[in-house]
């Protein structure tokens, strides 16, 4: 490969560098002091989705991949909730995915489109991986949430992160971390 690729590379990582220190937003809205990154949370998002693909018996490679690219876009348009999202409707999606493009653009063609086509299946929901990595992003939500509460912080800015919608193997552990803050009171 020549010294041109390397830089390219270069310039996507240092842009996705930024999502370590990158604060959940929702985490600093809670309250939280030293919130996790966005970078911290889409690691775990990975592990988690690549354990429920192989669970299921899906392409857990594909599902990893997946999560690990899931939150790339926030480094050019931040980590905003859901709310925030909402607000701004579809002019957000628009952003998000020009962002996406962008980060992508420093990428070999066929890199580079492998990557957006597998992001968009994300968005769309549109395989079972993606499906596991959608379920992954909310369960590590809620698993940090259950960390944080166990940390002292204040249950009442944290329940609404533990109001999760989840499936099959999801639900399951779900149901664990909930039984375990039950436990915790």
Known sequence: MDGEIW????????????????????????GIEEPESVAEHSFRTALLAMMLADLRGLDAERAMRMALIHDLAEAMVGDLTPEEKRRRGPAYLLEEGEAM??????????????????????????????????????????IQAMEYLEAGHDPSR??????????????ELHHEIIKRIKSKK
């Not at 944290?158 to 639900?171: V, Y």
């Open 158 to 171: 944290l329940e609404r992160f533990l109001q999760i919608e989840t499936r099959d193997l999801s639900k």
């Open 101 to 142: 493009e962008r980060l992508l653009s420093h990428l070999p063609k066929p890199l580079s489109d492998s990557y957006l086509s597998m992001w968009n299946e994300l968005r769309c929901a549109g395989s079972p991986e993606a499906e596991i990595v959608i379920q992954s992003d909310r369960l590590e939500m809620c």
């Open 7 to 30: 830089e390219e590379l270069l310039e996507l990582l240092v842009a996705a560098g930024k999502l370590k220190r990158l604060k959940r937003r929702g985490w600093v809205e809670a």
